[in-house]
């Protein structure tokens, strides 16, 4: 590694964990009308499950030794510290995969899926299906430190994200998001086109066409479901793109609001039939809060939304991605859902998959299928 990389171990101090332990013992709880669940959002009885095992069972540190089986870094780009996980496969030709998390997720996605990538042969693969993972916390996420200073949307992010891979020594790499992720792979792979061989989403980006394109049933079905869902589901961007500061300070204060408020997202963006713990275990969903609270970084996560909206990147015409695109298309994603023919518009697509299961959380809620369908395009351009 270079010299302006350096090592970062995870770990939280226990002054940390005894007042989120007290926090926790003191939640106050709001009222309920009797009978209602998750039509309200989050049930104030499943957030007390939650908050009592979380405060009486949960082992953060048992999680904390879990992410320091991989080899986390830091580095500064453009004024901002940049946290990422470089996992390294044994084969040398194994081709660099950056892998992008989104909101309200982390790279704890990625830990059931950073194995089975880098390790093939032990998971079902063949040596030739080899990666090397770079998975980056974004911009105030987690580990990588809060911006001090305006602009870091989803374009200065991408920025900063091909000149990590350059400064690890990648000439030839691929990219892999979903969410926040999909946005900033994408312009990656317009922006970083003689190192970015291929691309894929698991979320893909897309506008309505300048031309009217005859839809199928199934593309008008998907674009009543994203409508629903902008409809009803979509508030939280709209408040995290306003006022992110307003929120923050209930969020950052309450381990149970901060709860309350991810794991709701979990649930209804996940192909879980309504119950969260079908698709994730509790410590799973644990360990994503937790690296929002400890590191106090759901304020800077939320202005993400802020800088994004107001920088205008949005409002431009859409660039086209010419490498290679491969897309997974999960039945439950439903945050955006364009239709093949829009998105054809946009991306060079010589991969469409249609996955039998999952939704917007794909490499958590399958890792299995989520890897298989990596493997299965990224043969081709290998």
Not at 41 to 55: C, I, K, N, Q
Not at 56 to 80: M, P, S, V
Not at 219 to 234: C, G, H, I, S
Request: include cysteine.
């Amino acid at each position: 590694m270079r010299d302006d990389i350096e090592r970062f171990r995870v770990h939280v101090d226990d002054s940390t964990l005894e007042d989120l332990r007290l926090r926790l013992s003191r939640t106050r709880f709001p009222d309920q009308i009797e009978g209602s669940g998750w039509e309200y959002g989050t049930p104030v009885a499943y957030v007390r499950e939650l908050v009592d095992y979380w405060r009486d069972g949960y082992d953060w540190r048992a999680q904390e030794a879990r992410l320091n089986e991989l080899d986390h870094f830091r580095t500064r780009i453009d004024g901002q510290s940049i946290h990422f996980v470089h996992a390294g496969s044994e084969h040398a030709d194994a081709l660099p995969l950056l892998l992008i998390h989104g909101w309200p997720g982390s790279i704890v996605e990625f830990l059931d899926v950073i194995p089975r990538l880098t390790d093939p042969e032990a998971h079902g693969g063949r040596a030739g299906d080899a990666f090397h993972v770079i998975a980056p916390s974004l911009p105030g996420y987690a580990f990588s430190e809060p911006p001090r200073t305006p602009g870091w949307d989803v374009r200065r992010t991408a920025h900063a994200f091909v000149e990590l891979m350059d400064r690890l020594g990648h000439a030839r790499y691929g990219a892999q998001g979903g969410d926040w992720g999909a946005q900033i792979a994408t312009r990656i792979a317009a922006l970083d086109t003689a190192h970015c061989a291929a691309l894929h989403l698991n979320m893909p980006i897309a506008a309505p066409p300048t031309e009217p394109l005859a839809l199928s049933d199934e593309e008008q079905a998907d674009l009543a479901t994203m409508a629903r869902f902008q409809r009803e589901e979509a508030a939280y961007a709209q408040v995290q793109g306003s006022k992110p500061h307003t929120l923050g300070v209930a969020l950052d204060d309450s381990p149970a609001g901060l709860l309350a408020w991810i794991v709701e997202k979990f649930r209804t963006w996940s192909d879980c039939d309504g119950d969260p713990e079908r698709c994730f275990s509790r410590d799973q969903l644990l360990t994503d809060v937790m690296l929002y609270w400890v590191t106090r970084s759901f304020t800077s996560s939320a202005r993400m939304y802020w800088e994004t909206m107001h920088s205008g990147v949005l409002q431009e015409p859409p660039e086209y991605v010419g490498v290679p695109t491969g897309v997974a298309r999960y039945p439950k994603e439903e945050v955006l859902r364009f239709p093949r023919s829009w998105v054809e518009q946009r991306y060079h697509v010589t991969h469409w998959a249609v996955m039998p299961r999952g939704g917007h959380f794909a490499a958590l809620e399958q890792p299995e299928l989520f890897v298989d369908d990596l493997r299965t395009f990224f043969r081709t351009v290998r």
